[in-house]
């Protein structure tokens, strides 16, 4: 009698998965905009002397990812919506984008620093 046919599962690849800077910058951007107060990430460098306010493609301009060893640490340049306490809308933001790098990569996030380049003043007739 024939015996039944069996599949074999193969094992996964060994290799090495890398993870790029601007991907970090993207989550942990994202992350910091869900914050309400928090308008956008900004550029490194003031531009005829106000904060450029950066598209999602191009955080990595206002996000600095560095990694030691196996941890990660982030600097991030937002701009904030005026009339909202800054302390409180920056924490926010920190605690945001450590978790959600943390959760989506699984490496530790042992440090994210934020700068407020700039706030915005909305137009208060609109």
Request: aromatic content about 4%; proline content about 7%.
């Amino acid at each position: 009698m024939k015996e039944p046919h069996q599949t074999r599962m193969k094992e996964p690849p060994r290799g090495a998965i890398d993870v790029a800077p601007k991907a970090i910058a993207t989550i942990a951007g994202r992350a910091a905009l869900a914050i309400p107060g928090v308008v956008g990430i900004a550029g490194r460098t003031l531009r005829f002397g106000g904060a450029e306010l950066l598209p999602p493609e191009r955080f990595d301009h206002g996000i600095i990812v560095r990694f030691i060893e196996d941890c990660i640490t982030i600097q991030m340049y937002l701009i904030i919506e005026h009339g909202q306490r800054i302390t409180d809308v920056a924490h926010q933001a920190m605690v945001a984008a450590k978790a959600e790098v943390e959760q989506m990569l699984g490496l530790p996030v042992v440090r994210v620093n934020i700068t407020v380049q700039g706030l915005r003043v909305s137009d208060p007739t609109s």
